[in-house]
């Protein structure tokens, strides 16, 4: 089992910034590839950034490329993500993933938390 708790939404107005972060315990922190992805109303979760175990490989949506950035800090069990240049689209519930690999090609047990709501006006 582990328990994810986001923290760090509120409103915005476009062009601001806000700083995520995911606070993980229950297991092992740095076992895991971690992630942040949000959900509109009407629309699917997706995928907005992803972190390997180092810290070092990244993925970003394209949607985010070169506004957001994710990091973690396994020593503290967090897992953070910086968003500049908001715009309104980027309105969403934001929620922390943590996912278990055994392999390249075998994943485990997917957890979330519970969200935290951002909403940048224009």
């Known amino acids: 089992q582990v328990q994810l708790v986001e923290s760090g939404g509120g409103l915005v107005q476009a062009g601001g910034s806000l700083r995520l972060s995911c606070a993980a315990s229950?297991?092992?922190?740095?076992?895991?590839?971690m992630g942040w992805f949000r959900q509109a109303p009407g629309k699917e979760r997706e995928l907005v950034a992803a972190?390997?175990?180092?810290?070092?490989?990244?993925n970003y949506a394209d949607s985010v490329k070169g506004r957001f950035t994710i990091s973690r800090d396994n020593a503290k069990a967090m897992l953070y993500l910086q968003m500049n240049g908001l715009k309104p689209e980027d309105t969403a519930v934001y929620y922390c993933?943590?996912?278990?690999?055994?392999?390249?090609?075998?994943?485990?047990?997917?957890?979330w938390g519970q969200g935290t709501q951002v909403t940048v006006s224009s």
């Open positions: 229950g297991r092992t922190f740095s076992s895991y590839v």
């Open positions: 993933n943590a996912d278990q690999w055994y392999s390249d090609y075998i994943r485990g047990v997917r957890y």
């Open positions: 972190i390997g175990w180092g810290g070092i490989s990244t």
